[in-house]
T-cell receptor
Framework: LAKTTQPISMDSYEGQEVNITCSHN???????ITWYQQFPSQGPRFIIQ???TKVTNEVASLFIPADRKSSTLSLPRVSLSDTAVYYC????????????FGAGTRLAVHP | NAGVTQTPKFQVLKTGQSMTLQCAQD?????MYWYRQDPGMGLRLIYY???????DKGEVPNGYNVSRLNKREFSLRLESAAPSQTSVYFC?????????????????FGEGSRLTVL
C-alpha cells in the first residue's frame, strides 16, 4: 500500500520559517492534500489543505507543484508552541476514502 | 455543538476480554473512521465507513470489527483483546462524498479513547 513520505524530524529556532515536504506519488486525482498538527495526548488538528499551486491561511501556506507528487507545508516565523508532529494525509488507495497518514515529522522549535 | 464524541475515554481490559468503543458525530458527515495510535507512533487506519451501511478495512483491521449503526454512529469492537491492542483510539468523521468534484481531506477527530490491555 502506497504511503506518504516525510522527514522523521526537524529542528528550528523561534522566528524562523520552517518548510516540511511530503512525497505522495499516488495521490488520487481528485483528492485534496491535507496537513495536520498533533500535540502530545491530543488528536490531530487540521491545518490546511489544497489541490494545486499555493494555498495560504492564517496559520500556514501550502505549496503543491503541478504534478501533485509532493507538497510543502510552510510555517512562517515559528514559535515554541509550534513544537508538534506534522502529518500529511491523502487517499493513496485508488479508491476514494481510504485516508492514510504518513509517519509524521516531529518538529522541535528551540528558543 | 459536540462534534465527534467517543466513549469511553479510558479503559483497562484483561487479555481475552471484549469491549466496544462508541463514536458519534453530530455534523451529518457521510464518512467515519477509526484510527489507532501507539506511543510515539503515527496514526494507523483500522476501518472506515464511506456511508451508512458500508464499512471497509484499513491498514490494520485484524482483531477488530466495526458497525455503522446509522449515519451518526460508528462503533469499534474488540472481540478478544490482546496486549498488542494497547493504544489510543481516535474516531474521526468527514464530509467527504463520492459526489464531490474534489474530495476534502478535513477530518474532525474525537478526543481519543485510551485502552490498556493487561
Amino acid at each position: 500500500l502506497a504511503k506518504t513520505t516525510q522527514p522523521i524530524s526537524m529542528d528550528s529556532y523561534e522566528g524562523q520559517e520552517v518548510n516540511i515536504t511530503c512525497s505522495h506519488n499516488n495521490i488520487a486525482t481528485n483528492d485534496y492534500i491535507t496537513w495536520y498538527q498533533q500535540f502530545p495526548s491530543q488528536g490531530p488538528r487540521f491545518i490546511i489543505q489544497g489541490y494545486k499551486t499555493k494555498v495560504t491561511n492564517e496559520v500556514a501556506s501550502l505549496f503543491i507543484p503541478a504534478d501533485r507528487k509532493s507538497s510543502t507545508l510552510s510555517l512562517p516565523r515559528v514559535s515554541l508552541s509550534d513544537t508538534a508532529v506534522y502529518y500529511c494525509l491523502g487517499d493513496l488507495s485508488g479508491g476514494y476514502n481510504k485516508l492514510i497518514f504518513g509517519a509524521g515529522t516531529r518538529l522541535a522549535v528551540h528558543p | 455543538n459536540a462534534g465527534v464524541t467517543q466513549t469511553p475515554k479510558f479503559q483497562v481490559l484483561k487479555t481475552g476480554q471484549s469491549m466496544t468503543l462508541q463514536c458519534a458525530q453530530d455534523m451529518n458527515h457521510n464518512s467515519m473512521y477509526w484510527y489507532r495510535q501507539d506511543p510515539g507512533m503515527g496514526l494507523r487506519l483500522i476501518y472506515y465507513s464511506a456511508s451508512e451501511g458500508t464499512t471497509d478495512k484499513g491498514e490494520v483491521p485484524n482483531g477488530y470489527n466495526v458497525s455503522r449503526l446509522n449515519k451518526r454512529e460508528f462503533s469499534l469492537r474488540l472481540e478478544s483483546a490482546a496486549p498488542s491492542q494497547t493504544s489510543v483510539y481516535f474516531c474521526a468523521s468527514s464530509e467527504r462524498s463520492p459526489l464531490a468534484g474534489v474530495r476534502s481531506g478535513e477530518l474532525f477527530f474525537g478526543e481519543g479513547s485510551r485502552l490498556t490491555v493487561l
